[in-house]
T-cell receptor, first 114, second 114 residues
């Protein structure tokens, strides 16, 4: 069975600090996809990134970066120089390739204080 | 281009009442999903559809039924609502066949069962 664990329930930082959100997953599949979604206070879900299991390259997009390590089954998300607008709940998710059974972690609530 | 829309946005039911949530997408996506989001649990898949006229069970299907009579619409029904079904319901859709594209989410429906 698939499982995604986001052990950090809540994180609070001061603006401009760097913060890393952890995501650990379990799957028996060799081919799978990992995702990060952002849910701001308004409630909608915003797609941030998709990574397939064969691509372990780290990715950077502006202040956001992702570190995928198959050896530790982790897909961590780092926000550099955090801003108040980054305050949201962040979800990590996993799905097998060609399967529709997406499993979400419980989410990490990030609060960035000015 | 409205993306994914959900009707209604809010609803309050009494135990035992029935209702239908409507999800509509205008992106010609083949795949559609219904999730529920409960505090501290992330999103859980209720039912999904891989095309018009097809539906399948997700992680938590009990107490719900779905129908996909038209490609653009995916209906979620509660035949006899229970307080345990108080939740925020999200619909999502995705396109793509060869690759697993991200799911686009609707704004959510907040349902309270008294």
């Amino acid at each position: 069975a698939q499982k995604v664990t986001q052990a950090q329930t809540e994180i609070s930082v001061v603006e401009k600090e760097d913060v890393t959100l952890d995501c650990v997953y379990e799957t028996r599949d060799t081919t799978y996809y990992l995702f990060w979604y952002k849910q701001p206070p308004s409630g909608e879900l915003v797609f941030l990134i998709r990574r397939n299991s064969f691509d372990e390259q780290n990715e950077i997009s502006g202040r956001y970066s992702w570190n995928f390590q198959k050896s530790t089954s982790s897909f961590n998300f780092t926000i550099t120089a955090s801003q108040v607008v980054d305050s949201a709940v962040y979800f990590c998710a996993l799905t097998p390739y060609n399967n529709n059974d997406m499993r979400f972690g419980a989410g990490t609530r990030l609060t960035v204080k000015p | 281009n409205a993306g994914v829309t959900q009707t209604p946005k809010f609803r309050v039911l009494k135990t035992g009442q029935s209702m239908t949530l409507l999800c509509a997408q205008d992106m010609n996506h083949e795949y559609m999903y219904w999730y529920r989001q409960d505090p501290g649990m992330g999103l859980r898949l209720i039912h999904y559809s891989v095309g018009e006229g097809t539906t399948a069970k997700g992680e938590v299907p009990d107490g719900y039924n779905v129908s996909r009579l038209k490609k653009q619409n995916f209906l979620l029904g509660l035949e006899s609502a229970a307080p345990s079904q108080t939740s925020v319901y999200f619909c999502a859709s995705r396109g793509g066949l060869a690759d697993y594209n991200e799911q686009f989410f609707g704004p959510g429906t907040r349902l309270t069962v008294l």
